[in-house]
């Protein structure tokens, strides 16, 4: 029976829990360390989608917290189909790592193409960066994953 889990495909439901849990946490870091400013932070998000009217109202703060959480449970699909498979003799943790540094590489390109950032992080913001998406994203997500290789 341990052998059927451990190869079974994780299921949507999982996907979607380990991409939110993923999302939040890393919310809370970049929150909590003000790396992000609370709840600024979403109506950027938000701007990406409806440009700068997501800055007129705090109702765009819901769509900004929607966003990110629909975006996180993307990466963490994206980790499901493809890099639970990618370096099999890897440990979890190992994909895990690897994941991070994509998630964040691809995040900074979606920043810059939408020019919510001015420019890529260079020093103590791209240490911050790599921690949030590798430390508080990625592993939680393949943790929640993991029995699923």
């Known amino acids: 029976m341990a052998e059927t889990l451990a190869k079974r495909t994780p299921g949507v439901g999982r996907i979607i829990g380990a ?11 970049l929150i909590l360390t003000r790396s992000a400013p609370f709840p600024g932070i ?14 007129a109202s705090s109702w765009y ?17 994206i980790y499901a189909a493809i890099f639970l498979r990618l370096f099999p003799k890897l440990p979890w943790w190992g994909n895990a790592v690897i994941f991070g540094v994509v998630v964040m590489l691809g995040m900074q390109v979606l920043l810059l193409g939408k020019h919510l950032e001015p420019a890529f992080p260079t020093g103590a913001g791209l240490v ?10 990625a592993l939680p997500v393949a943790y929640i994953l993991r029995n699923d290789l």
């Open 42 to 55: 979403y109506m950027i998000i938000a701007s990406g989608l409806v440009g700068p009217a997501a800055f």
């Open 61 to 77: 703060i819901a769509l900004g917290i929607a966003l990110h959480l629909i975006i996180s449970i993307v990466w963490a699909a």
């Open 128 to 137: 911050t960066v790599l921690i949030a998406h590798v430390v508080f994203f």
């Open 19 to 29: 991409g939110i849990t993923g999302g939040i946490i890393v919310d809370l870091f």
